[in-house]
């Protein structure tokens, strides 16, 4: 990969402007080939996943590498018809619901990224070659993407992100509330951020030490 790599140990603080992107096992794969990037077959990748497995967040560490644009739906006939007029140079994201977009629109925009030889980045819940499309050649351009998952992190990375996120907030915590906030919280990335903020804002607003008694209170006020 040209620049700057993804890979790193869960131990190592990783920025680009935004929240740490932690590597771990259940998102090792789609890393993987983002380092790959620009090199993807066809100009072409997907990364799948059910929502908050840190699709997204990968996605937003890519577009800080490539300089890409993100992709609305609605704009895609227009968008095309500027990259073929070489107007726009970019490369691109598009963040999809595989089951509300115009096929034609995303065929034509398709075929002309690959004829342009730019890249793009798909997220979606499903690979491409599972979409419910009915164009026989969307279904072909489809297929041919390279797609790769991402699953929700397992216990041990779960606790391993908890433990990263508060020290990356200098914030010392004991393992008893790391099990205690993994046997709760739900096992996203996105959860075990959202709960690390919030015990930290609590905290901070009560003058309280960040420990079981303070958790079992802000989790039971978000309703967990």
């Not at 840190?54 to 993100?70: D, F, I, S």
């Not at 619901?97 to 030889?117: G, K, V, Y």
């Not at 993407?145 to 990356?168: I, M």
């Amino acid at each position: 990969m040209n620049g700057r790599q993804l890979a790193l140990e869960l131990s190592t603080r990783f920025a680009y402007g935004r929240e740490d992107f932690l590597v771990a096992p259940c998102n090792s794969d789609a890393v993987a080939w983002i380092d790959r990037w620009p090199v993807w077959p066809g100009g072409m990748l997907a990364i799948y996943g059910s929502p908050g497995c840190g699709k997204t967040h990968l996605t937003q560490v890519w577009r800080e590498v490539a300089n890409a644009q993100l992709v609305e739906l609605s704009s895609l006939e227009d968008l095309t018809r500027d990259v073929q007029l070489s107007k726009n140079t970019a490369d691109f994201v598009l963040e999809i619901d595989e089951t509300s977009f115009l096929e034609r629109d995303l065929l034509h925009f398709l075929n002309t990224i690959a004829d342009q030889q730019r890249t793009i980045l798909i997220t979606g819940r499903n690979p491409p070659a599972r979409w419910p499309v009915e164009l026989p050649d969307l279904r072909s351009r489809l297929r041919a993407v390279s797609a790769v998952g991402v699953s929700p992190p397992d216990e041990n990375t779960l606790r391993a992100v908890l433990v990263k996120l508060f020290s990356d907030r200098q914030l010392k915590v004991g393992e008893e509330l790391i099990e205690f906030l993994c046997a709760r919280i739900e096992r996203t990335f996105d959860s075990a951020r959202k709960t690390v903020v919030a015990l930290d804002a609590a905290a901070m607003l009560a003058q309280r030490r960040i420990g079981i008694p303070l958790a079992r209170e802000v989790l039971s006020f978000n309703g967990k």
